[in-house]
């Protein structure tokens, strides 16, 4: 299993590696998550990428204060959330990252790591 070492200075949730077709995120296996500062949670049958909203980021929407940017996850490849999407979420002042999930994954523990305050939704890789 592919390994994530803590950083030392992160606080809440943090990826720790790839099992199972899934993440590793303190000891559990999820193949969808839900990630903010303070939480992961598993995200049970995430809609397919295209037909994202704001409803099915809800819980990491409701964060007080906002999360500066979310990291979003898309899976095994790379590809861009719905544009109706990102329009939402920047007239919150929230920012959309895209990448494929691993990188997302990976771009999360870095920036908790300096004390961002972001949001994650990582899709599955299959």
Same mark, same amino acid.
């Given at each position: ?19 199972? %077709? ?50 979003? %996850?898309? %899976? ?16 919150? %002042? ?33």
């Amino acid at each position: 299993m592919p390994r994530f070492d803590r950083d030392p200075s992160a606080s809440g949730p943090v990826v720790q590696g790839f099992a199972a %077709g899934g993440f590793v995120v303190d000891g559990g296996v999820y193949e969808a998550l839900l990630l903010t500062p303070n939480r992961a949670d598993g995200w049970p049958a995430p809609p397919p990428l295209a037909e994202l909203t704001m409803d099915d980021l809800a819980p990491l929407l409701a964060l007080d204060p906002p999360p500066e940017f979310l990291i979003l %996850g898309t %899976g095994a490849t790379m590809a861009f959330a719905p544009r109706a999407l990102v329009a939402a979420l920047e007239t919150r %002042g929230i920012g959309v990252e895209s990448m494929d999930s691993r990188a997302a994954a990976r771009a999360w523990g870095m920036l908790r790591g300096e004390g961002r305050w972001i949001a994650a939704a990582i899709m599955p890789l299959g």
